[in-house]
């Protein structure tokens, strides 16, 4: 049994066409599965999906199993339980996914206060503790800012910190370093490299990135417009991609392989997709 | 322009404010008391408004006057937020079908209009201070759910919201942590709004004896009792109405200062 077993999921919102369709996933416990597909393929749907965060209108059918636990039709107390135990997540935008008139510090110290009622006193010195491992110098410093007076780097790991607190099984990354800079976003995946397998939590972690992806996970899978198109090791998918729109991906991502003065490969040359 | 709105509105309800305050401890004569020989009198060093018809000190009255004013304000915008607030916060996290019905219900009650609860309210119980203050508060209580409503909408749906969420934190304890300090100035905004709403309303009230019943002096029933002697004596009109007017302008300035002041869109355009 995996820690994660996602079988024929679909998801629509209201009455319209599905989001993602027959979706199947598996990670085990420990394990980091890259999702890579582009924008609009319906990855963060399957994150939020697993989360228990979709819309009120959103419509799932299928199964998320959790431990072997079903999540579908869980009630919202319940899937509160489960998230930050068993399941953590890093979103996308550092800028906007920490509340404004709340101090950091307090932010992490209320999700790990909730789940292990931990005194005020003995979390302050875990806040820290984790803040510190996250990579700040001065995790006192962090901790009594306000997210503004943080820059997206610091953000992103106090974001980390956060869904990392209460050593989650699972932590769920969409898309963590699309809004950073490069050299921030190397710091921010070392430190989320490091910081994973100190915990050996297991990864789902959702690119459009196959660079970034290709760095961090053992295995990966390629999503395209709702469906899941290919899936491998991290190896195989760069050795022998299948689909023809994977081809493009890898080929995008080995511009290390194209000889100075030659045209730059893009997607379109090799998989021309539905019309849109 | 903008800066100079909200300091407008900051002195006007700071002036009625210290009108109220200084009417405790001291006021030039006592202004209920009634003094037939000195029936109303033109304004000069002994009486610095005149004195009304039966010799009562007016600008006495006007100082006592402003109490009423801010205590009927006070109360009704705290009746107005304490139910508007946490049912606008509920109704935002409920079902949908719950938001519908009551959003239609705030429709029907924003139809009817404010004075006339109260006269229902003042016919049933009999006009007084509470009575004013209820109906006032009750008319208001519409607002401040749209309004909350519309912020807490706003914010659950926010990143922040999703990644408390996405921690464990429960959808309701999300509405006091995350959404409550997030709407608190919009929050702000309504009830200065209504404040001055609700300035007018006890003037009105007053004026046709729904509200603070004599001889406690309200500006509304000064502007009534004055009206017979509009012609003899036009001063008697004016003070009391400019009262109620500085305070309405007062609290609506302020209200308008402060949502531009805290509306990093509106900060930018301007």
Same mark, same amino acid.
């Given at each position: 049994m995996s820690l994660l077993e996602v079988d024929g999921l679909t998801v629509a ?5 599905p989001?993602i369709r027959d979706v199947c996933l598996r990670v085990d416990?420990?394990?980091?599965l ?8 319906g990855?963060?749907v399957t994150a939020l999906a697993i989360m228990g965060?979709l819309?009120?209108?959103a419509r799932l059918s299928g199964s998320i199993r959790i431990d072997g636990d079903e999540l579908i039709g869980r009630s919202?107390?319940e899937l509160?339980?489960l998230?930050?135990?068993k399941l ?8 906007? +996914?920490?509340?404004?008139? !709340?101090? #950091? ?19 302050? =010195? ?24 943080? #820059? ?18 699972l932590?769920i990354?969409? =898309? ?28 789902l ?16 899978a390629?999503?395209?417009?709702g469906q899941i198109?290919?899936?491998? #090791? ?33 997607? $379109? ?8 | ?17 210290? !009108? +109220? ?84 219900? @705030? ?21 007084? @201070?509470? @009575? ?59 009830? #200065? ?28 029933? !000064? ?26 302008? $007062? ?20």
């Open positions: 919102f209201g009455r319209g066409a989001a416990a420990g394990q980091r890259g999702v890579i597909g582009e924008s609009g393929s990855k963060t965060l819309a009120e209108n919202d107390r509160a339980r998230r930050g135990d953590g997540m890093i979103f996308q935008e550092p800028l906007s +996914a920490l509340d404004p008139t !709340m101090r #950091s510090g307090r932010q992490v110290a209320e999700v790990l206060r909730l789940h292990e009622g931990a005194a005020a006193g003995a979390a302050r =010195e875990r806040v820290l503790a984790m803040l510190a491992e996250v990579g700040f110098d001065d995790p006192e410093r962090v901790a009594d800012s306000y997210p503004f007076q943080l #820059s997206g780097g610091q953000r992103q790991r106090v974001l980390t910190a956060m869904a990392l607190i209460n050593s989650p099984d932590v990354c969409d =898309e963590p370093t699309t809004a950073l800079d490069v050299t921030v976003q190397a710091t921010v995946l070392g430190v989320l490299d490091r910081v994973l397998s100190d915990a050996g939590a297991a990864c972690f959702i690119s459009h990135d196959l660079a970034v992806v290709s760095q961090l996970c053992s295995d990966i390629v999503m395209l417009d198109v290919e899936r491998g #090791s991290t190896a195989d998918i760069f050795d022998q991609p299948q689909h023809p729109y994977t081809r493009g991906l890898v080929a995008t991502a080995r511009l290390d392989l194209v000889a100075p003065g030659d045209r730059l490969p893009v997607i $379109g040359d090799f998989y021309a997709g539905e019309r849109r | 322009m903008k800066r100079l709105e909200l300091g407008v509105g900051v002195t006007l309800v700071a002036l009625v404010a210290a !009108m +109220a305050v200084v009417s405790f401890v001291w006021t030039p004569y006592d202004p209920i008391r009634i003094v037939p020989a000195d029936r109303l009198l033109r304004p000069g060093p002994a009486h610095l408004l005149g004195t009304d018809a039966f010799g009562r000190d007016l600008f006495s009255r006007l100082l006592v006057g402003a109490r009423s004013c801010l205590s009927v304000g006070v109360i009704s915008v705290g009746i107005a937020a304490l139910i508007g607030v946490p049912v606008g916060l509920f109704v935002a996290q409920g079902p949908r079908w719950l938001a519908r019905v009551v959003l239609r219900a @705030t429709d029907i009650a924003q139809a009817l209009p404010a004075l006339l609860l109260a006269i229902l309210l003042a016919g049933v119980f009999g006009g007084s @201070t509470t @009575t004013a203050m209820v109906a006032i508060g009750a008319a208001a209580v519409p607002q401040f759910i749209r309004v909350t409503r519309a912020g807490a909408r706003q914010v659950l749906s926010s990143d922040y919201v999703a990644a408390a969420r996405s921690a464990g934190i429960p959808r309701w304890r999300t509405a006091w942590t995350h959404v409550l300090p997030n709407i608190g100035a919009l929050i702000g905004v309504q009830a #200065s709004v209504t404040f001055a709403m609700a300035i007018l309303a006890e003037a009105a009230l007053s004026y046709l004896g729904l509200a603070t019943q004599p001889p406690t002096p309200t500006w509304g029933r !000064m502007l009534k009792e004055a009206q017979d002697f509009l012609y003899l004596q036009p001063g008697q009109v004016l003070w009391p109405a400019l009262a109620v007017a500085g305070g309405v302008l $007062g609290f609506n300035l302020l209200g308008d200062g402060l949502r531009d002041r805290l509306d990093p869109r509106l900060r930018e355009a301007a």
